[in-house]
Nanobody, 124 residues
Framework: QLQLVESGGGLVQSGGSLRLSCAAS????????IGWFRQAPGKEREGVSC????????YYADSVKGRFTISRDNAKSSVYLQMNSLKPEDTAVYYC?????????????????WGQGTQVTVSL
């Protein structure tokens, strides 16, 4: 049973930056795609970013391209999301997610493990 623990969320002003971290325990996640979803109040959970074991062609939602950068450290069983130029519309609970396989299939149905979520609030 894999457990995911997120950290790094908080309150930041528009234009600021945050770095989210997700650490896995219980099993290695080297093989699996891993990424981030987010869910704002009253909205469905949406895929934000995903990265494969090879670090090739990471996925980014159109809304975050050019602002967010995903990375992973397989030795530490961790994934990170550097969020720059944050906007109020980025406000959401961010969930670390491990896929059922090696591909980035950014749908909730393709997630095997979820983190508890970390709140990101971007103020004006």
């Amino acid at each position: 049973q894999l457990q995911l623990v997120e950290s790094g969320g908080g309150l930041v002003q528009s234009g600021g930056s945050l770095r989210l971290s997700c650490a896995a325990s219980g099993s290695t996640l080297d093989y699996y795609a891993i990424g981030w979803f987010r869910q704002a109040p009253g909205k469905e959970r949406e895929g934000v970013s995903c990265i494969t074991r090879s670090d090739s062609s990471p996925y980014y939602a159109d809304s975050v391209k050019g602002r967010f950068t995903i990375s992973r450290d397989n030795a530490k069983s961790s994934v990170y999301l550097q969020m720059n130029s944050l906007k109020p519309e980025d406000t959401a609970v961010y969930y670390c997610a491990v896929g059922k396989g090696a591909l980035c299939l950014m749908r909730p149905s393709q997630v095997r493990y979820w983190g508890q979520g970390t709140q990101v609030t971007v103020s004006l």
